[in-house]
């Protein structure tokens, strides 16, 4: 029966299958639950909202008794890091540049799986992509398809750091793999690239400080400590995963689905800054940089454009000081502070600063300035950026 499962998932395309029992050890629910009570989650309320099925699938499902753990490798044709060093154009996270979302394309062949399980062993299943309350990457190394690495995220030997996961919980009960060990040895690579030092120890990620959470999950405006160290990166970040060495053994995603579209890798800044909300729609249909919205994309590309050391770019951010989004109001007075001179700040300050409303983008006005919020813009000053490399390293 197992390996009939394991067959039918390779041959519908998934790359990588192991077996679990579907319940969560009390490490990983002690783990989650610090987690949570430190803060370390952000403005992701929903983790804490779903915290109770969360921390076991068997809460979701009392029924549960074995979880089929699949892998879809995305793994990039070039070095996801290439982009960092050509600050006129965006980097987008690898499995966002994806043809179709990995969502639809791990569901439709979950979808697939699961019915076969239900039809030829008569059992009750029930499908997972990440979207649901499951925490996959503990139950994946329970199944041995890979471990989680220092970085949080799941490593595999065969992949590397470039796998989907998706999970069917069945009423079957089937025999489990072997859990896989962890291979991370005294690596440390991982942390050490981590332009925000998100992780405060190994194992450990603090997501308010993770540019990944700041450019896709977070709803409100970048804290001012960790823009500089966002650098050129729109949607998520791929420094820990693509530093891993285990990548040495990756190859590039097969699947054409899972292959990189071509608009979306290293887009030009100044495209991106003239997407209004009906081209940010057709860009993006079938990506999961569309969930992220309009106005929130703006803000990230807006923070690349003042992190670009480029005047010229500074013509494609003085426009949305017109935005109707406070959000990209005040990333664009943020972009033009880092790469004007001082005095054409000020005359553009002069006229747009007494017209502001939002208190948000009166203080981001104030700090650009160098005055005290509500006052007129009378003494502007630009910041001189660091060199990149040492953005938000604190060694």
Known sequence: MKQSIRARALELGFDAVGFAPARASAFTRANFSLYLAEGRHGDMDWMATTAH???????????????????????????????????????????????????????????????????????????????????????????????????????????????????????????????????????????????????????????????AYLTIEHQGHIPHEFRHAIGNRVFGCDDCLAVCPWNKFAEAAHDLHMQPRPELNAPALANLAALDDAAFRKLFAGSPVKRLGRDRLIRNVLIAIGNSRSTDLAAHAEPHLDDASPLVRAAAVWALAQLLPAPRLAAIAAQRQPQETDNDVQAEWALACNAQVGEDCREPVTNVLEDASDHGRHR
């Open 53 to 211: 099925r969360r921390a076991d699938p068997r809460a979701m499902w009392p029924g549960a008794r074995s979880a089929v753990v699949v892998g879809l490798n995305y793994g990039p044709t070039d070095d996801p890091m290439t982009v960092l060093s050509q600050p006129g154009r965006g980097a987008i996270s690898a499995y966002a540049q994806t043809a179709r979302d990995y969502h639809d394309v791990a569901k439709k062949k979950l979808r697939q799986l699961a019915r076969w399980m239900a039809e030829t062993f008569t059992c009750e299943v029930k499908l997972f992509v990440d979207t649901a309350p499951l925490m996959e990457k503990p139950l994946a190394q329970q199944a041995g398809v890979g471990w989680q690495g220092k970085h949080s995220n799941l490593v595999s030997r065969d992949f590397g750091s470039w796998l989907f996961l998706g999970e069917v919980l069945t009423s079957l009960a089937l025999p489990p793999d072997v859990p896989e060990a962890d291979h991370c040895g005294t690596c440390r690579k991982c942390q050490d690239v981590c332009p925000t030092d998100a992780f405060p120890a190994p194992y450990q990620l603090d997501a308010r400080r993770c540019i």
